[in-house]
């Protein structure tokens, strides 16, 4: 009976963490429709605003000389902002992007860079390494605001245009559909040609009602000056690019942790659904000994 009396114990421990894993996956399932709304809002005008600077860029060429579409070939320190999360049971996305940020470091091993991180996840990740931190971020959630990000992205410009740094990397995990999130490095300062050229075309690939406007340019009479719109708009670029790769890894955060708690759930509805039948032979054992002590001691005292 002392068996039985285990697997019991142990069916109602797994009972009750299937309550658990249950309840944080329809908890997950709220907070992703909220992430995705938000990232899903906000890509339209990222991938503007990238094309409109791209656009005037173009049209404005040689008249315009800004520091960020500058490289700092003096500067010898490049910053990697890695994006993890503060909380886990959310599967392999921490490994997967964390993974992918050592690959990039590893891959720039000559250059000296400069490691800031978002998220516990994270940061207990280097530490464990003894990869030395220079910045250690905890008070930005799964619910990112813009007026977070925005002084940031503000800092990597200011000291991006004094010369400091060279490169401004951001390891993030980017949300391409709910069954598809993969971990990335977007190269966000200097601003680049290429990068925006490379968005627009997977813009066209996923939207075909923009494939007709492919190879057409749009002619642009400037008031005032493209140097004095592009001092505005530049800068607006780089903090909307990173306030949209902290909502892309905040409805990725959500998805990996809605897989795994379904899969949990699934688990231990499986190994329920075990224990009972081992319950059920070790309960049908226990009473056929005890029918053989009866009978046994029946026939000794007749």
């Known amino acids: 009976m002392a068996n039985a009396r285990q697997i019991v114990k142990r069916r109602k421990a797994v009972t009750n963490i299937r309550k658990i894993t249950k309840t944080m996956q329809l908890i997950a399932t709220a907070r992703f429709q909220q992430a995705y709304n938000r990232a899903t809002a906000t890509k339209p005008y990222t991938q503007k605003i990238t094309q409109l600077v791209e656009e005037l860029s173009q049209a404005s060429e040689g008249q315009v000389d800004h520091p960020l579409m500058r490289k700092n ?47 516990k996840k994270g940061i207990a990740y280097f530490k464990f390494l003894r990869r030395p931190i220079e910045r250690g971020i905890t008070d930005i959630d799964d619910r990112p605001r813009f007026e977070q990000v925005e002084p940031i992205a503000t800092e990597y410009m200011q000291r991006y245009e004094a010369g400091e740094i060279a490169n401004v990397y951001v390891a993030y995990m980017k949300f391409i559909s709910t069954g ?64 949209q790769c902290f909502t892309d890894a905040a409805v990725s955060e959500q998805v990996a942790r809605m897989v795994a708690m379904k899969a949990a759930t699934d688990a231990a509805g499986e190994m329920i659904k075990t224990l009972t039948r081992q319950y059920n032979r070790a309960r049908q054992t226990q009473i056929t000994m005890e029918l053989l002590d009866i009978v046994g001691g029946a026939e000794a005292l007749a």
């Open 180 to 243: 598809k999130q993969t971990p990335e490095v977007m190269h966000l300062l200097p601003l680049e040609k290429e990068e925006s050229e490379s968005e627009g075309n997977q813009a066209q690939k996923t939207d075909p009602l923009k494939s007709d406007k492919a190879g057409t340019t749009a002619e642009y009479d400037f008031s005032p000056e493209p140097a004095q719109l592009l001092k505005r708009l530049l800068p607006q670029t780089v903090k909307v690019r990173l306030y």
């Open 73 to 119: 070939p003096d500067a010898d320190k490049d910053i990697v902002l890695v994006l993890t999360s503060s909380r886990g049971l959310c599967g392999g996305y921490n490994a997967n992007l964390l993974r992918t940020a050592m690959g990039h470091l590893n891959t720039h091993s000559e250059r000296n860079s400069e490691i800031h991180v978002v998220g």
